[in-house]
């Protein structure tokens, strides 16, 4: 049968009962679980403490637990408050960016693009912010719209015939990364430089043949110009063109002197006019001869012939002579044997045969008018 002996704890004084088999015994307070010895029975002595316990383990043990929570749960906390101040610095910044954006719509319904973009850099560099989509969307709006500014300038120029202007604006437009109207502003630039000094317009008329700068300066029409698609670069380089196209006829003119020059100094342009003397004595001799145009228009004058197209229906009817197929013949084949002549000789160009070309044309022809008695003069050639 088990006797129960009643201790109080040395540490907290709680009264504990404990049963005779745990005599001689270490158990633990039920309140602070401080070690306590229970004596052999028969033998009550006092308690002795443990060797390698001492007071107040308890609340050593109530620290340790309370300084590992703290380790634990410090972390936490500190993430915590810590995410909890960053979104309020979020929303803090997100809210300047949206006061920048709104002043700048402000700005760009005024079309102050320059303000505008400087609110909307100044937004996108907002230290934590984190709704920036608008104001970046609304910046490449801006640039595009600044960089416009250069377009629509480099028209107005052309409108004003302000060529170099317009050329250096569309160069800037293009040199902009923003720049939405590339497929406009590239072929215009390229038209635009198409003729931009007297220089060019001068080799432009210099490459031309005689019939088409004759048809330039008659009707203003080039096909050089066919590429150029905007009216008002057109009409710049048109009026280049013209201004330029007296020197350039009055070029032809002393080259074609020169050209001339050089050819009646050759046997083939003598032989020529050796020719046409010989056959026009020859003419004369048979009764016929050239026709004093002077006495003819006195003439005229009597008889109140007034109108072109008059006097050369009575010319034609007064002294019309049966064709001379012989002199003819003769007249044809010296056409043909001077120009292949002249082809022999090395010194003269492809112009210089048309030259001489057209002078052995105009003599012949002439010859040919006065075999049948009608007005002689070849027009010469565009």
């Not at 490449?140 to 120029?157: D, K, L, N, P, T």
């Not at 048109?238 to 007296?246: A, D, I, T, V, W």
Request: charged share 30%; hydrophobic share 40%.
């Amino acid at each position: 049968m088990h006797r129960w002996l009643r201790l109080p704890c040395s540490s907290c004084g709680t009264g504990m009962i404990f049963s005779s088999r745990h005599a001689g015994r270490w158990r633990r307070c039920s309140g602070c679980q401080a070690p306590v010895h229970v004596p052999p029975l028969g033998k009550p002595v006092a308690s002795a403490a443990p060797p390698t316990t001492r007071r107040g383990n308890s609340c050593w043990r109530i620290w340790a637990f309370g300084a590992v929570a703290a380790i634990v749960l410090a972390p936490g906390t500190w993430w915590l408050l810590h995410e909890r101040e960053r979104a309020r610095r979020e929303d803090r910044a997100n809210q300047v960016v949206a006061d920048q954006v709104a002043e700048a719509r402000v700005q760009i319904s005024r079309q102050r693009w320059d303000e505008a973009a400087a609110l909307l850099q100044t937004a996108l560099t907002t230290d934590k912010a984190t709704n920036l989509d608008e104001a970046r969307a609304l910046l490449a709006h801006v640039r595009g719209e600044q960089a416009a500014i250069f377009f629509r300038s480099a028209e107005s120029a052309l409108a004003n015939r302000r060529p170099t202007q317009a050329a250096s604006l569309l160069r800037r437009y293009l040199a902009d990364p923003h720049a939405t109207e590339r497929d406009r502003a590239v072929p215009l630039l390229q038209q635009l430089d198409l003729v931009t000094t007297d220089g060019e317009a001068l080799a432009i008329l210099h490459r031309l043949s005689y019939a088409a700068l004759a048809d330039f300066a008659r009707n203003g029409t080039l096909a050089e110009l066919e590429s150029v698609t905007h009216p008002d670069v057109r009409a710049i380089h048109l009026e280049r063109l013209r201004s330029c196209l007296e020197r350039e006829i009055r070029r032809r003119e002393e080259e074609h002197a020169r050209r001339v020059q050089s050819i009646r100094a050759t046997p083939a342009f003598g032989e020529l006019q050796d020719f046409v003397a010989l056959t026009r004595r020859r003419l004369a001799a048979q009764g016929g001869g050239e026709i004093n145009y002077r006495l003819l228009a006195r003439l005229f004058r009597e008889l109140n012939v007034n109108g072109a197209d008059e006097q050369r229906r009575l010319l034609g009817k007064l002294n019309r002579r049966p064709l001379d197929f012989g002199e003819a013949e003769k007249i044809a084949r010296m056409r043909a044997s001077l120009k292949e002549r002249f082809r022999t000789y090395p010194e003269f160009d492809k112009t210089d045969r048309e030259i001489f070309a057209w002078i052995v044309d105009q003599e012949t022809n002439r010859l040919l008018q006065d075999l049948q008695g009608l007005p002689s003069g070849t027009p010469e050639p565009s």
